[in-house]
């Protein structure tokens, strides 16, 4: 048994149309990433799971959809009461599956709540519009209305959170929802299944599959005629095989997939702040996020001394499990992202990189790997293009505005960056001409539920949180009448 104060929070079994459904397709083990140790036995959710989940969701969503707004909009701030009342058990269920600090999995907790109560109040703002119409016997109404049934994959890296954003939107628009965790998390999202039973969320409005079938369950969510919008969090490789599905529908789909983000630390920038937000901005979840700072660019001009300040801070960093109250960094996933950091790392050494600080596996376990600095990095090292997705800081000097821009920009990926600057005709020069969703300015840490969360190129599209939330879950009807005079 875990040490839950709640022992009904740890779920075992997919939560489809109101009900705790196991399957016969076997089962799968969760396991805490920092000890190695089983922590639940899972049923496997299938394809049979998948499409009962779709049609319940069909079948439930015409009545969720009638309801006036401000009832939906009650049942998510009950859900989000909810929440807030079981953040130390649902905090502690995230990090052991996950292995971030608990700190940080408490105000994944605080954060992902945030969305059900912003989007409980934008269900109420869902306006239209009266359009002056062409005639004087004319009337033209348009009208936001549902999607309709909503599925969804999300990550294992923020597992409530990702999940909050899109369900909360998806039910304060008027939608039902379908979701498949990732694998190795799929408790935190049951865990709010149960929340959400508790708060009232209706029979079939939201669905949780969990199971390791991703392909096969994959293609139910993307694929089955009856779901009309598909969100996905994860890497562009597999957002790009996804799209395809969905095309054959030609369904409604966001997509928030992977990052390469820039730090920028330009000459004038307060120095000491610029540190703090980088150590925020990089080793966050143990550098596993999809705003992480990658590719960390410092003026050459000032790079020794913004050393000096950064890698102090760096060694106070406290490596271990994350029920510590002490640590700072916890595990990676699993031991193919260790490999991939050591991989990057060796790579990066081999042409010419400076080893500053860390470079090694971490003797707290197995997938455990030490905070690491590395000066004199080039673009044509593999960690410049690629998403590092660990505690790997790789700095890269450059000597004008101009050619930071240029560095900043040479990516196919745009979701976030930052960077940090005193001088306001630079800031402004600088937010216009870098090539992301997301800015970070003067500032490691952006994401909240007011902000429109989304980026460009292969970062994806659409955006979540925010005012704009809602627009990717309903459709513009336009209403002509005539006749009235």
């Known amino acids: 048994m875990l040490a839950l104060t709640e022992q009904a929070l740890l779920k075992t079994t997919s939560y489809i149309n109101g009900q705790w459904l196991a399957s016969k397709a076997g089962v799968f083990q969760v396991v805490n990433p920092a000890s190695g140790e089983v922590l639940a036995t899972v049923s496997e959710a299938g394809e049979t799971e998948a499409v009962f989940a779709v049609e319940a969701a069909a079948a439930a969503q015409p009545a969720w959809a009638a309801l006036p707004a401000a009832e939906r909009a009650a049942i998510l701030l009950r859900w989000q009461q909810l929440l807030q009342q079981h953040e130390a058990d649902l905090a502690l269920l995230l990090t052991l599956e996950q292995g971030k600090p608990l700190v940080e999995a408490r105000a994944e907790i605080r954060y992902g709540a945030a969305y059900l109560s912003w989007f409980a109040e934008e269900a109420k703002r869902l306006y239209g519009d009266i359009i002056p119409p062409a005639a004087p016997d004319k009337q033209i109404l348009v009208l936001r209305q549902p999607l309709g049934v909503v599925t969804a994959i999300t990550p ?196 010419g990189a400076q080893l500053r600080l860390g470079g090694n596996p971490h003797p707290a376990g197995a997938l455990f790997f030490e905070p690491t600095v590395l000066t004199g990095v080039t673009p044509q090292m593999q960690l410049f293009q690629q998403e590092i997705f660990g505690p790997l800081l790789a700095i890269t000097s450059f000597s004008t505005e101009q050619q930071a821009i240029a560095l900043a ?12 600057s005193q001088q306001l005709g630079q800031v402004f020069r600088v937010a216009q001409a870098l090539e992301f969703g997301m800015l970070g300015i003067n500032d490691g840490i952006i994401s909240n539920a007011a902000a429109p969360f989304g980026g460009v190129k292969q970062s994806g599209y659409g955006r979540e949180g925010s005012k704009y939330g809602l627009d990717d879950y309903t459709y513009l009807k336009y209403l002509a009448l005539g006749g009235l005079r």
């Not at 039910?171 to 009232?200: D, I, N, W, Y």
């Not at 040479?410 to 960077?419: E, P, S, V």
């Open 156 to 351: 294992w890296n923020f597992p409530n959170a990702m999940l909050m954003r899109k369900a909360a939107a998806a039910l304060a628009a008027g939608c039902s929802f379908v979701v498949k965790p990732a694998a190795q998390t799929p408790l935190s999202a049951l865990a709010c299944a149960e929340l959400a039973q508790r708060a009232g969320v209706p029979a079939g409005i939201f669905n949780v599959l969990v199971g390791t079938a991703a392909q096969q369950l994959g293609e139910v969510l993307t694929r089955h005629p009856l779901v009309n919008k598909f969100s996905f969090t994860g890497s562009t490789a597999v957002g790009k095989q996804l799209l395809k599905q969905c095309a054959d529908g030609v369904k409604r789909v966001s997509m928030e997939l992977g990052g390469n983000a820039p730090f920028i630390v330009f000459a004038s920038a307060d120095l000491d702040a610029a540190a703090e937000g980088l150590i925020a901005a990089k080793f966050r979840n143990a550098g596993q996020t999809c705003v992480c700072a990658n590719r960390v660019l410092v003026d050459e001009c000032i790079l020794e001394q913004f050393l000096q300040i950064l890698l102090p801070k760096v060694r106070a960093l406290q490596v271990g499990a994350g029920t510590d109250p002490n640590v700072t960094i916890g595990p990676l996933i699993e031991a193919k992202a260790v490999a991939k950091v050591q991989q990057l790392l060796d790579d990066a050494l081999q042409h």
């Open 409 to 420: 920009n040479a990516t196919d990926y745009g979701l976030a960056g930052y960077f940090y």
